[in-house]
């Protein structure tokens, strides 16, 4: 049973470009969640889903940021025009349930914006 | 949701026991506590959750005070590569959404 698969693991972008941050969660998992690490910081909480809804998107930037989480594939973190301050690294975690069980890390993606 | 205090930093020597803490003095009676680790570059890892009894697993024991206003990670026998920053969580649970607060953690150096 694989892991939970990020990618890519290194995104380097301009800003302006757009980020696209995939996260495939754990067979059977159908509950994911992005967080934010920057530099030296410890991890933040973005954004909750279940398939082809979200639950709670309380820690997501109002702009720019957004999160799918469809039927079929992986979830999607999308970044547009990013800016330097989106450098950090983005980690996805699946759960099989909602509550008070184990959260599963894939390694994270380190997106570097130049 | 409940705020966490750890140590910034513990040291420890090669297979001896380490006691990490944690207080939360503000849990609630619904909130379970959890440690995850994270090693460098990695994704934060699971260790360990309870609730109110103490929990042992294959990685580590988890001690709750009694008053559940603290708790205590054990690592029986440490190796180098238990060398991580250990986060003590107390999970907030609001209806269906689920999140783990990270705050700073412990960063645990094991001595050779």
């Known amino acids: 049973n694989a892991g939970v698969m990020q990618n890519p693991r290194h995104l380097v972008r301009r800003r302006g470009q757009e980020a696209r941050l995939r996260c495939s969660p754990m067979?059977?998992?159908?509950?994911v969640y992005w967080y934010r690490q920057l530099p030296e910081e410890g991890l933040k909480f973005m954004v909750y889903?279940?398939?082809?809804?979200?639950?709670?998107e309380s820690g997501m930037p109002k702009e720019r940021f957004s999160a799918e989480f469809p039927k079929e594939g992986p979830s999607i973190l999308r970044i547009q025009q990013v800016v330097r301050g989106d450098s950090a690294a983005y980690f996805c975690?699946?759960?099989?349930?909602?509550?008070?069980?184990?959260?599963?890390f894939g390694q994270g993606t380190r997106l570097t914006v130049v | 949701d409940a705020k966490t205090t750890q140590p910034n930093s513990m040291e420890s020597n090669e297979e001896e026991p380490v006691h990490l803490p944690c207080n939360h003095s503000?849990?609630?009676?619904?909130?379970?506590i959890h440690w995850y680790r994270q090693l460098p570059s990695q994704g934060p890892e699971y260790v360990i959750h309870?609730?109110?009894s103490n929990v042992n697993n294959r990685m580590a024991s988890l001690a709750i005070a009694e008053d559940r206003k603290s708790s205590t990670l054990i690592l029986h026998r440490a190796t180098l590569r238990d060398a991580a920053v250990y986060y003590c969580?107390?999970?907030?649970?609001?209806?269906?959404?689920?999140?783990?607060?990270f705050g700073s953690g412990t960063q645990l150096t094991v001595l050779p």
């Open positions: 969580i107390v999970s907030f649970d609001s209806g269906s959404a689920r999140q783990l607060t």
């Open positions: 975690a699946s759960s099989p349930g909602p509550r008070n069980t184990e959260a599963f």
């Open positions: 067979k059977g998992h159908s509950h």
């Open positions: 889903l279940q398939k082809e809804n979200i639950i709670d």
């Open positions: 503000t849990i609630s009676g619904t909130d379970y």
């Open positions: 309870g609730l109110t």
